[in-house]
């Protein structure tokens, strides 16, 4: 592994221990060179996973556009980061344990919508306001009266 400081091509391994979404390995390492330290993580390659888009249009999966959708759902909700952190890692391996290559946005967004509502009601109508495209104030109330029943 290259230091991130030095460019030197030879680092070693201080600590190696799973990360916190036991997915990934997290390991400590430090430059002989410039004996700085540094963390990295080693993740298992997967097969890429091309979302199948509303116009049929196909592209690679991207889990940044699932952060910023849940990010803005949940935009001055009383959410803590960590618990947003959290949904989307399970909402990405809801996605990946289907283990198909590829997937309708449509049962993303729906995944995310499952997600969201056990997380915040708030964040759950506002992702559901702009994904399912609400027309008028009354699709918005009946999406409202699933939470009052």
């Known amino acids: ?11 070693r391994v201080i600590d190696s221990r799973p990360a916190e ?24 390659e997967t097969i890429p996973l091309i979302v199948i888009k509303k116009d049929n249009n196909r592209e690679q999966y991207d889990r940044s556009k699932i952060e910023n959708g ?17 949904t989307i890692d399970a909402i990405e391996l809801e996605i990946f344990n289907r283990e198909e290559k590829e997937i309708p946005s449509r049962e993303i967004g729906q995944i995310v919508m499952d997600k969201l509502m ?4 708030v964040a ?26």
């Not at 592994?1 to 680092?11: A, F, H, V």
């Not at 979404?21 to 298992?44: A, M, Q």
């Open 21 to 44: 979404d036991n997915n990934s390995i997290r390991r400590r390492r430090s430059c002989d060179e410039c004996g700085k330290r540094f963390t990295t993580y080693e993740k298992v």
């Open 118 to 121: 056990t997380l915040d009601p």
């Open 124 to 149: 759950y109508v506002r992702f559901a306001s702009v994904y399912r495209e609400f027309k008028d104030v009354n699709t918005f109330m009946s999406e409202l009266k699933k939470f009052l029943e």
């Open 1 to 11: 592994m290259k230091c991130p400081y030095c460019g030197n091509p030879d680092t």
């Open 70 to 86: 849940v990010l803005s759902a949940c935009y001055k909700r009383p959410v803590p980061a960590s618990e947003i952190q959290k």
